[in-house]
């Protein structure tokens, strides 16, 4: 049976509707109570989420109780320019292999925190993202859903000076700032998604919309990925991947985001994150030009 499991004021939960089922409770201390720690139990997950039928919830959820649903990752990878017409709007080539970045893991951050801006040239890019559940090396693509813990969305912020400052452009750090990786609302088992090969992602500012595709037109899509990334470096538990982002980014449309913008992140079958942008400070680098 699918699950839905979400970090809840700090502890591993089972959501069911709005109310959410506690797992070490559920689990008889099976499952411990720490998210990060649970992540490795994903396999008992579908039993206990049966058992929730009948029971009574430990409690209703509050959207600002929730944590990130991988909330230590030891690795946490970006996918750049993985859609086509994401590749266009940024004036580059279509990859022949991924572009992959790293996304320091102390940018992960609750699914309705803040983003922290800290120049006026700071973009989003609503994506989706995959918790690795069961870790390997050289996993085969076919086999890859099989070390899916669960899908999320996520928010691959992005300091657009910070990310090309340097010549050839190195990604880390313009998308590795703190706040810069909110994930969540919850994590869904891939076979809760009403089909998992078509993963539909959404993203508003201040309600308008402004990128709305799906996992389908991925040009790298998500058993690629794990299949190309084991190859390199071993998966471990609580991994996330964040896959790319389609088309509709601010920076192409200068629409930067600015203080008190709103955005939305929704991807069906998952739920929906809001962040609210808050500007700061200036990071006053001193070799970054000014946006
Ligand atoms: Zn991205």
Redesign the pocket.
Known sequence: MAFTFANHAGRAVLVDGDSFHDLEALSGGAVPSDPAAALAHGDKFHDLQKKTAGRPPEGRIDVTQLGAPSPAPQKVF???LNYKTHAAESKMDVPDNPVVFAKFSSCICAPNSNVELRSNGVDY?G?IVVIIGKGGRDIDRIDAWNHVFGITAGQ?V?DRPVQMASKPPHFDLGKSFDTFGPIGPVAVSPDALPDRDVIAIKCLVNGEERQNDTSANLIFGIPFLIEYLSHITTLHTGDVI?T??PAGVGAAQKKLLRDGDVITTTIDGVGTMTNTCVRVADHNLPLVKKA
């Open positions: 970006g996918i750049g890019e994506e691959d992005s964040f790319g982002t």
